[in-house]
């Protein structure tokens, strides 16, 4: 999400000596870049701010590029702010690119503006003659300068101001904004930048809510295929406190689906430093994004990684966690820097973390998740769901059997015309496909029933217990539930069986259903009305829930809700905990590895062999036990 920039003077460097310090340690698993927004391009006029701020920047985090803004809310760079730019950076051994943020007017406009933003981020207006000028001078100007190009995430289409209404006529916004933007990246910003300087690579960043693309007019078929590359936005900040209300996995989740729309053509990640109440968030998306593969790290952006952390109210303070502020402060000291450590320090300190283990895993995996192109239902859904220790893998397109035993589907399916078709297929060739109720409902009367009859009621249960089972008799007592609302699903007895269960002061309210039908199996999942509710689950739910949803991948965890698990095909694991407590978590591996290795210490974990239970046909498996600390992670590598 593109958010308002938050400044001070920095009085902090006016007081910095010519102190000498020491280059920040070099980082060998990816690279990492800072964005200098157009405001500071020009402050860097001043020769003393520019080598006192790099210096301080530098010294706390290896910065390996840095791309230099020349427009921003209606202010443009000069010639010759933009040439000392480029010449210090060059001089200091940095790779140099463009960077421009197409943001309107928004809260700086009049009251009286039809771009006053009103605390509302508000888009250029793409129908306006004056400002589509604009941005094509804009983009002529940039490609003048760089040989490449990153457009800041304010590039959508949000306004409705009489020209666009004009201009929509009879469409609905969706379709129009998305034309629209499909036509302005062609005509005034890629034919005009690439006319000026034949050479320019331009990428377009996307921002972390790719649930509403549409609505605003990113075009996640058409863009990628127009541009260069793409970048991604892995800012998810609080999940609590923020408007988003973002959910931790997404930071690795998204990198995951946008590496899956442009393969090899997904630049990296962009972290910011607002809206998280403890440094450890700030710390998290760093190290989520990496652990995504990404090849690169945006920090956002230059003037703020000079400010001084704040380090927030940590309950868990005096725990060996991954980020200790022991380790931050060590970690600025070691450069010979005095005062307190910045944001700067902070990502230094975490990207040599992650840095540490990238090189012992391998390519991410997970859970495959269809998401056709401008859908929308279940909004982040995967997301909750990788919270709870599902790994997920989500993709634009629909993946055969080969490339997928378990397909899960959301409401998001339900735009792809074929996607009945699609599930009797691939349960036909032998795989699962999992679909949520709320998919179910949308593809009632669309031929789901051939499949399954199996329908929602529309009741909401508040549910008090949870039981699991498999077949008939009485089931296992899975624990309370603490008056979660499940919607009722209805299924005709031993047709489908319910599997995980909950019940409503006696009556059945099935969060997991089975139906068998040809090769395969067909689940339905139902989601709390409260998606957040996922996380009031008891931990042997989430057993359950994991069990029937991952039969045949590799590794599997058993741990409570906001314990998240990264797999890599080869047998590489990492295990992240968003909670504030330490808590135990067992880890079950496929195949007979004896011992588990910690990548980052050398520890060897030693396995045993995992209990099958009801499952007597499943295949065998190692199980390790180990604990991690709150808001820390844990790489570990198969022996």
Known sequence: MPIRLRLSAFAVLILLSLRSWAAAPAHDQFKVAVYIPVFQVERMKDPAYLKQSWAEISSQVKVDKVYIETYRSGEVADDAALENAKKFFASQGIEIAGGIAYVGAGDTAGSDSPDAGGGQFISMCYTDSAQRDLVKRVAELTARHFDEIMLDDFFFSNTKRDSDVAAKGSQTWTAFRLKLMDDVSRELVLGPARAVNPRVKVTIKFPNWYEHFAANGYDLDVEPKLYDFIYTGTETRDPEDNDQHL??????????????????????????????????????????????????????????????????????????????????????????????????????????????????????????????????GEDFLQDYLGMIGIPIDLRPTFPTADEAHTVLLTEQAKYDPEIVSKIRTHLEQGGNVVITAKLLQALQGHGIEHI?????????????????????????????????????????????????????????????????YSKGILYVLTVPENATDLYLLPQPVLAQLRQYLMPRFPVSIDAPAKVSLFAYDNNGIVVESFRDEPVQVTVSLLGQSSQLRNAATGDVITGKPAPKGRFSHAPERMQFTFQVQPHSFVALTAQ
Do not use: C
């Open 247 to 376: 959910q931790q996995y997404e930071s690795y989740e998204i990198v995951r689906y946008f590496d899956n729309i442009a393969p090899g053509r997904n630049g990296g990640g962009w972290v910011d430093v607002y809206d998280s109440r403890t440094i450890d968030r700030y710390a998290e998306q760093l190290w989520d994004t990496m652990l995504a593969k990404a090849p690169q790290i945006m920090l956002f952006q230059y003037s703020d990684l000079l400010r001084p952390a704040e380090i927030g109210k940590r309950e868990w303070a005096n725990l060996p966690t991954t980020f200790t502020v022991d380790g931050l402060n060590k970690w600025r000291a070691a450069s010979g820097a005095g005062g307190a450590p910045t944001y700067a320090s902070a990502a230094g300190y975490a990207l040599s973390q992650v840095n540490a283990v990238l090189g012992k895993l391998g390519k991410p995996i997970g859970i495959v998740s269809y998401k056709p192109y401008q859908s929308t």
């Open 452 to 516: 399954a009859e199996i329908h929602p009621t529309g009741n909401v249960l508040r549910v008090d217990h949870w039981w699991g089972g498999y077949g008939a008799g009485a089931g296992a007592n899975l624990g309370d539930a603490n008056g979660i609302l499940v919607p009722e699903i209805e299924f005709q007895t031993n047709d489908a069986w319910p599997i995980v269960r909950g019940t409503a002061n006696g009556r059945g309210a099935p969060i997991l259903l089975m139906d068998k």
